[in-house]
């Protein structure tokens, strides 16, 4: 148990130091390594995380708005941060006074940037996103160029990169959609080229990208899900396996435990939890656990999942609640007060991952760790 907390969230920095490596031993000379920290590092905890990456491997962090830019620098990171999202005209003097990076797609948010940097006396480094056909954020053709050419001859900004991002890579082995965008972002930075503008920095490759396809890492990459040892899907996995490539063998970061708190009988023909919605057919041992859909073990879960407790699959019995889950511990001997209950990880020769976990409520792994609350203690481990 750790310390006073019922439910905790362990990450193995030895995990994350591999996986890094694993992307550093792929990427070509010079090429450098950003790992978006987004979304509380995708439920791993941003402040931890933005503590540790650049001593792992990172060269850059990665985040969506200017609030996480400032929570990962408070936390100590020294190295470069792009924000990655759109950053309000009130933000934009911590921007500069930050030296943030950030991403911009209209010119009203430039002619900000460049003002403010002005009357600081500063130059502020900024990325553009090329559309290439996942249409959120970006631009393309004309507008593309005109903001480009805008920054490029401005005193007080300074065109530092261009990137894009893939729609589709993930999902399937037919590449065809990918290698199309690659082709359009290429087209795009041509373009920029033809008058006289080559940013310092291109970047198109985020996890996905950057175990498939070299000829996308140019001069950084970007892999999220996968620097945590999380595969982006299983397509990814079998193309690389179809191209005769070895695997990459990603280690796991994270791992959600909580504890027994009690253990009870309940004889044959009476229902668990709200609703009535599980009847026991004979008598059954229960355990509680101090867990519920607030702390992110969602609804989805009930009468679906299960939890490991001393190396054994335990079944969630009834619906889950706001802070607490029933499990069936009948065939699992010598259950006890405090017994560790992993939701995630390793427990013995068994393993629940965070696909499967999420697969049981009908999502992706992605949006089940980056739910994790963030008043869930995170704490290292080796």
């Known amino acids: 148990m750790a310390g006073m907390d019922l439910t905790w969230i362990e990450l193995s920095k030895g995990a994350l130091e591999h996986n890094l490596g694993l992307f550093r031993e792929s990427m070509a000379e010079g090429v450098r390594l950003l790992v978006p920290i987004k979304a ?25 708005s200017l609030q996480e830019a400032m929570i990962a620098q408070d936390a100590g990171a020294t190295c470069p941060i792009l924000v990655l999202g759109y950053v309000p005209f009130e933000g934009m003097e911590e921007v500069v006074r930050r030296g943030l990076r ?12 460049a003002r403010i940097a002005e009357a600081l006396d500063e130059r502020v480094a900024v990325h553009l996103k090329i559309e290439t056909g996942t249409n959120r954020q970006g631009l393309q053709g004309r507008d593309l160029l005109i903001l480009a050419r805008s920054i490029h001859t401005s005193k007080h900004l300074v065109l530092e990169g261009c990137y894009t991002h893939f729609a589709n890579i993930e999902d399937t082995t037919d590449h065809s959609y990918a290698k199309m965008q690659l082709e359009r972002f290429e087209r795009g930075l041509e373009m920029l080229e033809k008058h006289g503008i080559r940013p310092q920095i291109r970047h ?22 996968s620097a945590y040892g999380l595969w982006p899907s299983r397509e990814t996995y079998v193309s690389l396996l179809q191209e ?4 990459f063998p990603l280690r796991p970061v994270l791992s959600w435990k909580t504890v027994v708190t009690q253990v009870k009988e309940v004889v044959a023909g009476e229902y668990i939890g709200y609703g009535c919605t599980y009847r026991t057919t004979r008598g059954i041992r229960l ?14 879960l009930s009468n679906v999942g299960y939890v490991l407790i001393r190396g054994q699959r335990a079944p969630v019995r009834g619906r889950i609640c706001m802070n607490l889950t029933m499990v069936d511990v009948t065939d699992i001997g010598g259950v006890d007060l405090e017994d560790e209950v992993v939701l995630i990880g390793k427990q013995g020769e068994e393993e629940i991952k965070a696909e499967s976990f999420a697969s049981w409520f009908g999502t992706i792994h992605y949006e089940a760790v980056s739910r994790l609350p963030h008043h869930i203690r995170r704490r290292w481990v080796a």
């Open 40 to 64: 509380n590092a995708y439920g791993h905890g941003l402040a931890e995380m933005a503590r540790v990456m650049p001593s792992c491997g990172a060269d850059w962090l990665g985040v969506h």
């Open 102 to 113: 950030v991403m911009v797609t209209n010119w009203e948010s430039a002619e900000a940037l």
């Open 287 to 300: 355990a509680i656990l101090p867990i519920g859909y607030y702390d992110g073990y969602d609804r989805g």
């Open 244 to 247: 005769g490539r070895s695997s």
């Open 204 to 225: 198109a490759a985020a996890s996905a990208a950057s175990m498939l396809f070299r000829e996308t890492h140019f001069e950084m990459i970007r892999p999220g899900i």
